[in-house]
């Protein structure tokens, strides 16, 4: 494996893509979702990051979703898949790695882009524009609906600790949603209707 890059897991690329565009860097996205915000800055947005995982025969593949979303008025969204040759079989290990690769990309905004990001909101905040960071887990506090949620809580504190806002199912639809419809077939992009 190469040596981890700033900020980054070793031997992973940050390289995102969605079904326009791929090679995309942290800065092309962040370009992306500032380009979005400027159309309307007095507007309320959610910078949404999850991550979903579906385990192969002899590989596991995580998608983690990026989605700026304008509140009630539409959303631009990329993801980054992240593959490894070997089955993750405790679901709480799963659950941990996806929380790990949304907290990765979230710190990664927070530091590079967060203050560029609310600049644009800053002159309409009171007009009502608004914007937050929200990580979505792909976990449920339902004992009886899903096996995940003996790690909830975990999961939460982790994503509180950052100085962000967590989310769980059903309200996780990035994690739970937009990103799990990437993780299917690990070889090949998967088509997605709109977000």
């Known amino acids: 494996m190469k040596p981890a890059a700033a900020g980054r897991p070793a031997g992973h690329d940050w390289v995102f893509q969605n079904l326009s565009e791929r090679n995309m860097t942290l800065d092309d996205v962040f370009g992306r979702i500032a380009a979005f915000m400027r ?17 192969h025969a002899h590989l596991t593949t995580f998608v983690t979703g990026i989605v700026i979303q304008r509140v009630g008025n539409g959303a631009w969204a990329c993801y980054r898949k ?33 203050k560029q990001l609310e600049d644009i909101v800053l002159p309409y905040v009171y007009q009502g524009a ?7 887990i792909d976990a449920g506090c339902d004992e009886h609906i ?40 690990p070889g090949q992009p998967a088509a997605v209707s709109s977000f």
Request: aromatic share 10%.
């Open 146 to 185: 899903h096996k995940t949620a003996p790690f909830v809580m975990d999961m939460v504190q982790r994503v509180e600790a950052l100085g962000m806002t967590a989310r769980v199912k059903p309200d996780a639809v990035v994690a739970s949603g937009y990103a799990n419809r990437f993780t299917k077939h």
């Open 82 to 114: 992240v593959t490894l040759p070997y089955r993750f079989s405790s679901i709480g290990q799963k659950l941990s790695y996806e929380t790990s690769l949304s907290e990765q990309i979230a710190v990664a905004f927070r530091e590079r882009y967060l």
């Open 130 to 136: 608004s914007f937050e960071v929200v990580i979505d």
């Open 39 to 55: 159309q309307r800055p007095q507007a309320v947005y959610r910078l949404i990051i999850g991550t979903d995982c579906q385990v």
